[in-house]
């Protein structure tokens, strides 16, 4: 069973920055996207960046510029390093992945979410 632990959350002041960590472990042959979403109160879960094996990211429209993700494949994480932080960013950020899992061939296909971390930007 492959899970998922995401830390790093907490209470920041708007223009702060904080670092989100998220480790895979478990029966991992490949990890193809990780990525991190987020869901604030009363909304939808939304993308807010992704980022595939090779190192090519994607990043929702209200992060650009003051998000990065980055992974270090050899350890099965993934990081969101987040600066210049809004009120508006305050959800609970969950971490995604995809790829394969097991032991040996045939793998199965990995789909894993990961708890969450609450990340509360306030003055």
């Known amino acids: 069973q492959v899970q998922l632990v995401e830390s790093g959350g907490g209470l920041v002041q708007p223009g702060g920055s904080l670092r989100l960590s998220c480790a895979a472990s478990g029966s991992i042959f490949m990890i193809n996207i990780m990525a991190w979403y987020r869901q604030a109160p009363g909304k939808q879960r939304e993308l807010v960046a992704q980022i595939a094996i090779g190192g090519s990211a994607n990043y929702a429209d209200a992060v650009k510029g003051r998000f990065t993700i980055s992974r270090d494949n050899a350890k099965n994480t993934v990081y969101l390093q987040m600066s210049s932080l809004k009120s508006e960013d305050t959800a609970v950020y969950h971490c995604?992945?995809?790829?394969?899992?097991?032991?040996?061939?045939?793998?199965?296909?990995?789909?894993?979410w990961g708890q969450g971390t609450l990340v509360t930007v306030s003055s």
């Open positions: 995604y992945a995809d790829g394969l899992q097991g032991e040996s061939w045939p793998y199965r296909n990995l789909e894993v």
